[in-house]
């Protein structure tokens, strides 16, 4: 009996499954090097340029209701309906 040799559907499919795989590696080097170009460019920068006087504002606004909410907090803190404060003494026990 002679014996037949011929490639299994296994083989073809690892042969295209190698194909599509190394195709779309090449996409997607081609779209990064594009995008990389565009943004040593400057044209697909999609930050606006950061206002300097805008930027200190927002600051200054984060700034002010955190200092809202800690006079808040120790307001709360004095109010004679309070929770009793619990003192945590495995932090006190570790800083010694």
Known sequence: M???YFPSILLYAFGLA????????????YEQSRLKSMTEYGLGSA???IDPINWQ????????ANQLKDSLIRQL???????????????HAAAR
């Open 57 to 64: 504002q927002q600051l200054s606004d984060c700034e002010h």
């Open 18 to 29: 190698l194909a599509l795989s190394l195709t779309y590696n090449g996409f997607l080097l």
């Open 47 to 49: 930050v606006p340029p």
């Open 77 to 91: 803190e004095q109010a004679p309906n309070a929770p009793p404060q619990v003192v945590d003494t495995s932090q």
């Open 2 to 4: 002679r014996r037949r």
